[in-house]
């Protein structure tokens, strides 16, 4: 078969305006006049890789902020963003040394102890470019479609000596000026007129450009020929805006492969978008956000995490991502803590800028103040370090080393297989003989194994009945490799896993309780699970010791190897807990799910 031809998306240019506040100590309307003079005589900026020199800008409805607008870049490899990174960030750098030569501090947007906090509330903007009419529609809608995670991760909230606020963003919970997505099913120009008679009737106002996502750009940040996104707050460092403008430049080429082959984005229904928008508002990475069912309406309403929407989106991306060449760094600061932190309810890791924030204040309670963050953002290697990362790293090195691990393998891919249907064919009767082995024989015409994912949706529908949840959890079983639900179960929230465990666990007579970690499978309590299994199907092995002893658990599980019979292991728990005295205990659990007699085996 010959190869007739073959298509790929590559990036086209995107314009970022950076967003900062400035604040001028023990003067009300002293920010405005600063700004109003910075603006009159700016300093000069540097160019970037494109070789037009940086703007600084700022707005007639946030008169106390800046922005450093790049003009157009290309995104298009990590040493051309390298080196977008590097110059935004000295002049990032040069506007904060004449902010404060000028008697002012240019701070991160936020600062609670401004006169009016709300006139330095600002968004980093991303202007995408757009070839066609086409695109322009089809990028609008799909950044409208994943409204919610891209605000729960790029929300920022208010801070000062007293720390960092709770939620997800300030800006847009205060904002009367900005509003969710519309719809478009073209960009017609008769359409976008309905569209903005819509926005009169519901919203009274009647600009395109006070939508989340603009499909006609922002008037006075120049970006009328692009598509600009506003759904990101303003971020402390110039590593975070970078690591938004990648999300922004695959979201892009998503679009294009889409245009490309005469493919539509599916319109989410506005009462679900604007209820999900509201959550990650309100709560940011911590809001549970309603999942689109309008094709299963007999089925009652399901939730998922924001953070498990956040990794879902990334598992979208990947495409564009490796197209990219993305490394690890780059996208650290987004992903790294979101998937450390497994639960939204969990503590201690920092998975954006407003958990950096708090981090910082928990460790010193100076950390916030006016004078070092302004410092900071007048030092260029200060602004592009990834914070994020040196904060979880501190935090736990092992779930931090395990994390980028974790990201490197998912940007990495599949590795390609080389065509060799030009060589002569080998004998391949011995590796009919390996492919009588339990996981890697099928029945013809039967299902692929469930993913892990695909297990948990299914154990998500009310009262299933027990025998459905063994054919679920066996069909799992029949993928190959080593069984975890432990980072599933912490992407879908605490209470979600906590329900979904209690499913999975089977009769208390099922149970056993081990008091060390087993030597083999011909231990007791192994035996008595493995027998358990045998005759009921599933069993529990279960331990409750010593905190520093779960990693001793599961070594012995990996050195005992597979059990014997065609019974597979799935780790169900494995984490710590705080009992009596504060003294640290650890649980691990492990499922133990016998093969059907006579098809599994």
Known sequence: MALVALYRSA???????????????????????????????????????????????????????????????????????????????????????DVRRRGGLLLPTGWQQQPDPLAGLCADLHSAEVLNPVQREVFTN?????????????????????????????????S???????????????????????LRQEERVGRLEVMDVSPLGIPEAHTGEDVTVRLFDAQVTVAGTLAHALLVQALSMWSRDLERTGRRVRQVPQFLLEQNRARAVAHGLAAELRVDQTRRTEEPPRTQSAGRAVRTLLSELLPYLRQLDATTDELAPLFLGVEMAGSAAASGFVRNENDLLAHWHREDRTALAPERLAQGLATPDWLTADHCGASNKAVGQGSWAAARVWLTDRLAGPAPQPDRSHEAQPDRRHEAQRDRRPEARREPGRPAPLTADQLLDRLARPDLPAPEVMDALRSYCRAGGTLD??????????????????????????????????VSWDDATATRALRAAGEQGVALMHWDLPAQDRARVREALRGMGRAPGGVRTVLLTDTNYTA??????????????????????
């Open 580 to 601: 009596r005295e504060d003294e640290k205990r650890g649980t691990v659990e492990v499922l133990l799910v016998a093969p059907r007699e006579g098809t599994d085996r």
């Open 11 to 97: 990036p086209l240019r995107q314009r970022i305006s950076k967003g900062y506040s400035v604040y001028v100590p023990g003067h009300g309307r002293g920010a405005e006049e600063l700004v109003g003079s910075l603006l009159a005589g700016p300093p000069p900026l540097p160019a970037g890789p494109s070789g037009h020199p940086h703007t600084v800008r700022g707005s007639v409805r946030a008169r106390g902020a800046l922005w450093v607008d790049t003009g157009r870049v290309s995104l298009h490899d990590p040493a051309t963003r390298a080196r977008t990174a590097e110059a935004l960030a000295v002049s990032v750098a040069r506007v904060a040394a």
């Open 142 to 174: 799909l950044v409208r479609e994943h409204t919610a995670s891209l605000i729960a991760l790029g929300g920022r909230q208010l801070y000062g000596p007293g720390g960092v606020a709770p939620g997800g963003s300030a800006r847009l919970s205060r």
């Open 485 to 518: 639900l432990t980072r599933p179960l912490r992407s879908r929230g605490r209470d979600e896993a906590r329900a979904l465990r209690r499913v999975l666990r089977p009769r208390a007579g099922q149970r056993v309780r081990c008091e060390k970690p087993p």
């Open 176 to 198: 009367f000026d900005q509003v969710s997505t519309r719809y478009l099913d073209s960009c017609a120009p008769e359409h976008l007129e309905r569209v903005r008679t819509r």
